[in-house]
């Protein structure tokens, strides 16, 4: 597992503290304090988790999430004064992993960053049997072996943990899961981090996969229990 993390941070005072505490427990961290200086070191460097702040100078956090997850499907973990529903739905939706508001416990953000390194390099590895070759379902073709999904022959892009979640309802077709057992899962955390962040992935699963995402064929929810993937 890559042990190195990108923090994204204009309050420096805040990256040091971050970095301390990822150095102490075994990572090495690097500070960036501008949105375009971030986006340059995530496209170069080599890192196994990005921490990232919003309110940057230069180029704001969203901005900048949207970047990186369009070229990078490393996990990003947001940390931000930021308390609003709407912001934490809005990073998520651009491809962030996580969402944590100031302040912060710098031990739970290191094991929230932990816990996502590990779920991610667990998922994307190919030493698990159960996610090589494909699966077809109707019209949608999931390539687990080189990651990739077709809609009508026509190939999607998702992001890691698009890819993760859709893989993983396909797996287990026609069983129903609570959102609790799908952050479980796909997360990797009991009780850190928010539910709501499988809300909004299911919301772009079927954004992507259904010809009508407001009546889905694929990706249906069970009223009081959660999802299932129909066959």
């Avoid at 953000?109 to 379902?137: E, N, P």
Wanted: charged fraction near 30%; charge should be negative; glycine fraction near 6%.
């Amino acid at each position: 597992m890559t042990t190195k993390v990108l923090i994204i941070e204009d309050e420096i005072s805040i990256a040091e503290v971050e970095k301390d505490y990822f150095e102490l427990h075994g990572f090495t961290a690097d500070i960036c304090v501008t949105g375009n200086d971030g986006l340059r070191a995530a496209k170069e460097g080599d890192y196994g988790l990005i921490v990232l702040d919003l309110q940057l100078p230069g180029m704001d956090g969203y901005e900048l999430c949207r970047r990186i997850r369009a070229e990078k499907e490393v996990p990003i973990l947001i940390v931000s004064a930021k308390k609003e529903e709407i912001d934490k739905i809005r990073g998520l939706s651009l491809g962030a992993d996580d969402y944590m508001t100031k302040p912060f416990s710098p031990s739970e953000l290191v094991a929230r960053a932990k816990a996502h390194m590990q779920r991610y390099q667990r998922l994307t590895g190919k030493r698990d049997s159960k996610t090589s070759g494909k699966t077809r379902i109707r019209g949608l073709l999931i390539d687990s072996s080189s990651r990739r999904v077709y809609v009508n022959e026509r190939e999607v892009q998702f992001t890691a943990k698009e890819f993760d979640l859709l893989a993983f309802l396909a797996l287990n077709p026609n069983h129903v899961f609570s959102k609790q057992e799908l952050f479980e899962q796909l997360w990797g955390m009991d009780s850190v981090g928010d539910i709501a962040t499988v809300t909004v992935h299911i919301r772009r699963l079927r954004e992507k996969i259904e010809a009508d995402p407001s009546n889905p064929q694929y990706i249906e929810t069970v009223w009081g229990a959660g999802y299932r993937l129909n066959v």
